[in-house]
């Protein structure tokens, strides 16, 4: 299972869906994630950071912050981590 993320997209904030390979592990606790009906989603900010987050509906529950980059991946299981703990 890769993992399911809203994008938000540059300059006018249309999404579109992608997907994120990551190690067994991670995609096993991104389905526990999935499974609280909890959702990903990621954008690069103007400053070229990227921005992800785990979302309820009403708030975000997870956040991170990163240089857009080779960081991204540790970031997102990190994110997974933290939400699938909640």
């Known amino acids: 299972m890769s993992i ?13 869906p992608v997907t994120v390979d990551r190690p067994a592990d991670i995609e096993a606790l991104a389905k526990k ?3 609280k ?4 989603c990621i954008e690069e900010l103007r400053t070229g950071e990227v ?7 009403e ?5 991170r912050l990163c240089d857009n980059g080779p ?12 939400a699938a703990s909640l």
């Open 71 to 82: 960081s991204v991946p540790a970031m997102i299981d990190e994110l997974v981590k933290e």
């Open 37 to 40: 009906g909890w959702t990903f």
């Open 59 to 63: 708030v975000d529950v997870a956040v």
């Open 51 to 57: 921005s992800m987050t785990v979302s309820d509906g």
């Open 4 to 16: 399911p993320f809203t994008q938000y997209l540059r300059p006018d904030g249309r999404t579109r």
């Open 33 to 35: 994630v999935i499974d």
